[in-house]
């Protein structure tokens, strides 16, 4: 897991000046492992510049700097090899300027594996009620103090480039996936050239990986001529950006699909804001190598523990005498140690519930992954996607027909 | 009667009252012992708040000894009726000895709840009345290795009067008596020790009479109630504790409950008491601080020679108000305070604990901005790894002759700070 950046003193030779020079090309190699014969799913190995990623890969949100109160070895036993910072949180709180004097949000959290950073951009259209959009940027009022800020394509990658993350962001022109009509297709047009005025932007291209976002809402003409722009550029990574935002699954899996028809073989693939299981599963399918949501650390505040049949609501009176683990299957720390029927009870008493929940999610969200790549790696994917879906709904009629109609359109039919 | 293996050895006896030594023998089977003068470890439901198992184990030299409270069990009966196994083995603590008290010491219980026969617990769906009957039957169910008998406690308050006062001591030796003839006809608390309980309020006589009568029965232990920090001075305090530890034997711990606060732990146990409750590193946490008072007894404070106060050292800004349990005192600091916004070092310079090893003021300052739920699982880290470090010195210091170094330490930054 040792920095693999760092340029050590070497007397000079070809082979080691070869070596930099990619380096500083792009502080990223991605090296693919096993593709699916049958599906567009690949596994590869993503070298970053803190470790190497074992993909299909979940990351997890950790938006304020921390992992929602479990710590960072924790996380790192759980063998999470990056996860995310949110740039509009970090970037108001605690701000660029202390997190660079921390030796960036590595050093702030002290995190040692990989970390990847949004633009900003997302949070300040979903979160901020007064944000209004020009070519210059995103133009918002502060919650905090009320000033008036512009986020704009510079600004973002400038905080990004202070966090120090592995992976930046592009700032995009976010439109919810719901809208149509022209709007969609000035945000895609800004989005390539805000891309551009971000690639010129960042001041550490030989630390930092910035990934360029496909925009186009849901109308595949838009989506091309974005993935056809934006691949022109010579950017270490892609995402798919602008869904998981209320759409039909329908249009959702089409969309996906005709990224990943466009997209270079021997670059990432992020599929942005997407961590439901089935969805993962999917989508992985489909040829997505990154996923990101804050859905598991979220709903396991609540009381809601994943599991292979579904969830399982631990706050549900159903469990207080329940004295099996959350999932007797799994090998996480909360479900070697503890039963169904304590943590129900814990929930009324004290927060660390949460935390067993939260450490629980993850892992079943990494687990899951690991499992995904290890049937690519050994050529029977297509199985592993069959027992999945068998484990995940009760019968073949609860299938979503979504589902179905994207495997078979990677030549998966389920029984 | 059998009380188990539970054994008191001491090391030293001091003239004051301070007794320095091993409880051994503890637990059912009577592998675990404890450091006294010492703390158990507090928890809510058999979880030191915040932290789950992982964590809590990234502090080392843990107390043997894990507290819990009738406040957060008594509501599980049922569950635990068709568990069987006791409270242990739900909860999943696998190697700690289980010490079960009536109240959380963390949360004040609202008075005027008690009665002759009954006492009240508050869990999350609101009051629970115990009787002596129901005590031990959730006793039963919870199977602790050590348990504090049913009492009635509520004489803490100003106004309390004599004749209440009298009313408590009588009806907690009412209760003891029950709840030992449950105890002593029970296989379920075979080997668990007993402790009872001194009630007395703030009257010396009913204080000691409170204690000469409990400590005719066959208890394993005696549990000092109602003089928890807020309404009694520290002078009285001392005063009520040597009245009750007159009348009680050398040979058997004595808890007190309600006490936390490092000032006034070393004031008890200069008057006798062997064992506190763990909550005050709690109590701290929740209001996002972090405890940073000094402990250290290598060199006098006084000989000038010493480390001085360098800008490396933890400053304090608390005020003193002894009267207000949940108000900062002066062994902590505010980390929320703007001016440990870009401090870039840990808690507390030089402590081992996984919050300073790991992390800077400015994160955990950022974290309790932010609401964040990991401050609460790093200052609980931190504080009761500080807390655990003091009772250490304190045991050092009583070996090796120096409390008033240490009392000097402890309370002389209170001097400076204020």
């Known amino acids: 897991m040792a920095a693999t950046s760092a340029c050590v003193e070497t007397p000079p030779s070809t082979d080691m000046s070869f070596k930099k020079a990619l380096a500083v090309a792009s502080p990223l190699t991605l090296h693919i492992v096993a593709e699916c014969p049958v599906t567009k799913a690949r596994a590869c190995d993503l070298k970053l510049p803190h470790c190497v990623v074992s993909t299909p890969v979940f990351m997890p949100v950790g938006t304020q700097g921390t992992m929602k109160g479990i710590t960072a070895d924790q996380l790192d036993a759980l063998g999470c090899q990056i996860c995310l910072g949110n740039t509009y949180h970090l970037g108001m709180r605690p701000g660029p300027d202390l997190i660079e004097k921390a030796n960036g949000l590595h050093g702030f959290m002290n995190w040692k594996n990989n970390l990847l950073t949004d633009s900003g951009g997302f949070q300040m259209v979903s979160l901020v009620e007064l944000s209004e959009v020009t070519e210059e940027g995103v133009t918002f009022k502060s919650p905090y103090d009320g000033k008036t800020i512009l986020l704009s394509p510079e600004k973002s990658i400038a905080i990004q480039n202070s966090l120090g993350s592995d992976i930046m962001m592009q700032l995009d022109d976010v439109v919810s996936s719901t809208v149509t009509g022209p709007r969609v297709e000035e945000a895609m047009q800004r989005s390539i050239r805000w891309l551009d005025r971000c690639i010129a932007a960042n001041s550490n291209p030989h630390k930092q990986n910035l990934f360029a976002i496909i925009q186009g809402g849901l109308n595949a003409g838009l989506r091309k001529t974005c993935l056809d722009e934006m691949t022109k550029r010579d950017v270490p990574g892609f995402a798919i950006g602008g869904l998981s935002g209320g759409e039909e699954k329908d249009d959702f899996w089409r969309m996906v699909t005709l990224s990943t028809d466009h997209l270079p073989r021997e670059k990432p693939r992020y599929l942005m804001g997407v961590g439901y299981a089935v969805d993962l599963v999917v989508c992985v399918a489909l040829g997505c190598d990154m996923f990101d949501c804050v859905f598991p650390t979220r709903t396991a505040r609540f009381g809601s523990a994943l599991v292979p049949w579904g969830s399982l609501q631990v706050k549900h009176k159903q469990y207080a005498k329940d004295f099996k683990p959350i999932d007797p299957d799994c090998r996480c720390p909360t479900c070697k140690r503890h039963s169904r029927a304590y943590l129900h009870a814990l929930f009324k008493s004290d927060t660390a519930a949460m935390h067993h929940i939260t450490i629980h999610n993850i892992a079943y969200q990494l687990n899951l992954m690991r499992s995904v790549r290890q049937s690519i790696v050994q050529g029977r994917f297509p199985d592993f996607i069959r027992a999945f879906m068998r484990r995940m709904f009760p019968s073949r009629e609860q299938y979503p027909s979504w589902a179905v109609d994207a495997l078979a359109s990677v030549n998966i039919t389920l029984e | ?418």
């Open chain 2, 1 to 418: 009667m059998a009380v188990g293996w539970m054994k008191l050895e001491f090391s030293r006896v001091l003239q004051g009252g301070s007794r320095l030594g091993v409880l051994k023998g503890l637990g059912r089977t009577g592998q675990h012992s404890l450091e006294v003068p010492g703390c158990l470890l507090y928890s809510r439901c058999g979880t030191v708040p915040h932290l789950t198992q992982d964590t809590l184990h990234n502090l080392d030299k843990l107390p043997s000894v894990t507290q819990v409270s009738l406040d957060h069990l008594a509501e599980h009966q049922e569950v635990l009726e068709e568990f069987k196994e006791g409270f242990k083995k739900f909860s999943g603590l696998h190697d700690t000895v289980l010490f079960c008290t009536l109240n959380d010491p963390a949360t004040p219980s609202p008075t005027g709840y008690t009665t002759n026969k009954t006492v009240s617990v508050w869990g999350s769906g609101g009051r629970i009345e115990l009787t002596a009957a129901k005590f031990m039957a959730l006793q039963k169910l919870l199977q602790p290795d050590c348990y504090v008998s049913m009492a009635d406690g509520e004489t803490w308050q100003d106004n309390t009067s004599r004749k209440r006062v009298r009313k408590s001591v009588e009806r907690t030796l009412a209760h003891l008596d029950e709840c030992l003839l449950v105890h002593q006809a029970s296989q379920e608390l075979e080997g668990a020790a007993l402790f009872g309980v001194v009630e007395g309020g703030d009257v010396p006589e009913e204080r000691s009479r409170s204690a000469r009568e409990t400590a005719k029965r066959p208890v394993a232990g005696f549990c000092l109630d109602g003089l928890q920090s807020g309404r009694l001075n520290g002078a009285l305090r001392s005063q009520l504790i040597a009245a009750v530890i007159k009348e009680l034997p050398e040979d058997k711990p004595r808890l007190l409950q309600g006490v936390g606060r490092p000032d006034e732990v070393l004031a008890c146990v200069e008057a006798g008491v062997d064992l506190f409750e763990g909550f005050f590193p709690f109590l701290v946490t929740e209001r996002g601080c972090a405890l940073c008072f000094r402990f250290d007894t290598a060199i006098d404070p006084e000989s000038g020679d010493g480390t001085p106060p360098s800008e490396s050292t933890a400053e304090p800004n608390g005020d003193h108000h002894p009267d207000d349990p949940t108000r900062m005192t002066s062994f902590e600091m505010d980390l929320k305070d703007k001016r440990y916004r870009d401090d870039f070092r840990p808690l507390v310079e030089g402590c081992g604990c996984y919050c300073c090893q790991n992390h800077k003021r400015a994160y955990v300052h950022h974290l309790l901005a932010t609401n964040e739920l990991l401050a609460g699982v790093l200052l609980t880290l931190h504080n009761t790894a500080h807390y655990l470090a003091f009772f250490a010195a304190l045991r050092e210091a009583l070996a090796a002759d120096k409390v008033d170094f240490l009392k000097r330490r402890v309370l002389g930054q209170t001097e400076t700070s204020t």
